[in-house]
Structures are given as C-alpha cells and as structure tokens.
C-alpha cells in the first residue's frame, strides 16, 4: 500500500542535522527536478523583496520566510516527518507510533511537496516555504511543473497494490494515477454530520478534515493492515470502525470515499 499525505505550512523551525544533499533524497530521479526547482526558489528569495513575496503567497510580516528559503541549499536538516507539524501530522503523532507502525510508515508514506515534488518520511530536508501555487522564475506554475515530471516516479513507487491518495485539491492535480492504477488507488473525503431543526446537515470542516486523515492514517499504521486491493482498504477502514460511504465512481478513476464523523 501507498499512502500520499499533503505537505503542512507548518513546519518545524529549524533543521537539527547534516545540510541538505538532494542525492541522498528517496525518488532520486527526481534529483535534477528538485535541484532546478530548489535554484529558482533561492533565487527568488533573494532577489526582489515584494517580488518574492508575491510569488510565493506571503505577507510583509513573512518575510523572514524569504531569508530561510535562500539559504536552504547550506540549512539544517531532519526528517520530513519531523519537519511538517501541522494538523494532519498532529494527529498522525508518527513519534508515539509503536516501532512496528513507525516502520510501516517509512515504506508506505510519501508527501506531496512543491519544492520537492514527493519525499518519505525519512527524507532530510530543511523547512521551507514553496506553496504548489507559487511560481517560479524559470520554473512557472510548481502545479503544471511537477505534473509533467512526476508520473514515473509516482507510478513506480505505487507499485501493483492499492493507494490511499489523502492529498488536498492542488497536490492531487500534479500526478493522478491512471488506466489499471487508477482502479486502485482510493480517495477521501471527510464530512462533518450533524443534527439541525431541519434535519441532518454534512459539510466539510476543513481543520477536522486534516485531523480527521492524520488519525485515519494513524490507525491503519497502528492496525497493521496490509491491504492487496482497493476493496481491501475500504474494508480495512470499515473494520477500525469508519463510517465510510463510496460515490459513483467512472470506470478508469479513483474509488471516491466519504468517511462520515459525528464528533469535532
């Protein structure tokens, strides 16, 4: 099983260890794509304050974000399950993982990065800041950038077992499985339901959607499940107790799950 997670704005504030060396990367042939992507953001961010700014979504009061990001070729780093804390890796809580849940992790997880394209867990990397939105001098658009390069790299970690593509909206667009893959690849969607004079309302809450992912993915790590199909992945969520409902899907695409929670 593949398990693709979104990146998180918030990270960590400091690598902890060795500089970055991109060869060391898992996927390594997406090395010269991250080498190329990485020189354009440093560029960027030491050029033209507002320009930079700009370009990459940030507020005046962010622009400490600019001087991390040029000098990311010489910064710090740890793991990037130690560098993305925001709500999914919260709930995800890969530190208090029993060892063998923490090894099914490092083989199963990859996270979707615009500076990076994909990186596992174990990956070195320092923080940064390169929203998928952004573009690039040199590079453009991160979306349409990583979406002509990563489908190798993405099919080939897939493998011939089913994926659970957790990723949000913009990270999905830069690769989307396809023909026999796509029939085994499984996305989510979480939807709040509660009670209201009218009747039973559902909406996403995207706060409790992200935390939602991060306990979702944390017990099946925990469960141990190894699911061989996409239809083995629905079960397995169904036995941790998931109110799972599955959507008209067309032939050739993703299975589509609502996971229905009552509780925020």
């Not at 700009?54 to 990311?72: I, K, M, T, V, W």
């Not at 409790?208 to 190894?226: E, P, W, Y």
């Amino acid at each position: 099983m593949l398990i693709l997670l979104p990146p998180s704005e918030g990270k960590a504030d400091a690598g902890t260890g060795r500089r970055l060396d991109l060869t060391r990367l898992s996927l390594t042939e997406l090395t010269p794509a991250r080498q190329e992507v990485l020189a354009a953001l440093i560029g960027l961010s030491g050029g033209d304050e507002a320009a930079a700014l700009a370009a990459l979504g940030l507020s005046a009061g962010q622009r400490g974000e600019l001087a991390r990001n040029a000098r990311l070729d010489r910064a710090a780093t740890a793991p990037a399950g130690q560098v993305y804390t925001g709500v999914l890796y919260e709930a995800l809580d890969l530190v208090s993982l029993p060892a063998t849940a923490q090894r099914a992790a490092r083989r199963t997880v990859l996270i979707s990065s615009g500076l990076w394209g994909a990186v596992r867990l174990t990956d070195r990397i320092p923080p940064y800041r390169c929203p998928i939105g952004a573009k690039l001098p040199g590079v453009g658009a991160l979306s349409a950038y990583w979406r002509r390069v990563l489908a190798p790299a993405m099919a080939a970690a897939a493998g011939d077992g089913p994926v659970l593509d957790l990723r949000s909206g913009a990270y999905a667009a830069t690769w989307a499985p396809r023909g026999e893959q796509a029939g085994r690849t499984v996305t989510v969607r979480v939807l709040h339901e509660r009670d209201t004079p009218a009747g039973p309302t559902r909406s996403v809450v995207s706060h409790f959607n992200k935390a939602t992912k991060g306990r979702l993915v944390r017990d099946l790590l925990v469960a141990g499940a190894r699911p061989r199909t996409a239809a083995g992945l629905v079960t397995a969520l169904r036995d941790l107790k998931y109110t799972v409902e599955e959507q008209p899907t067309p032939a050739g695409r993703p299975r589509q799950l609502d996971v229905v929670v009552t509780e925020l």
